[in-house]
């Protein structure tokens, strides 16, 4: 199944994210607003949130200010 626009858009943002593996509250408040842009989060998205949020809390990415 193809990934949807704003799913891809929001899979390169967690991508910076895993690659440098820190995360800004700039970054993540694109993440978020990324995915709800269009009022409603398909299951890729919602999947790709689901990953980040495993990962911050795991620490193997870093939430910094």
Do not use: C, F, G, W
Not at 35 to 55: F, G, P, R, V, W
Request: glycine share 0%; aromatic share 2%.
């Amino acid at each position: 199944m193809k990934l949807s626009e704003s799913a891809e858009k929001l899979r390169k943002l967690i991508d910076k994210a895993i690659e440098d593996h820190k995360l800004t509250r700039h970054e993540y408040d694109m993440i978020i607003n990324e995915a709800s842009k269009d009022s409603h989060i398909d299951k890729h998205e919602q999947a790709l949130l689901n990953q980040l949020q495993e990962m911050i809390e795991d620490k193997s990415i870093k939430l910094v200010p």
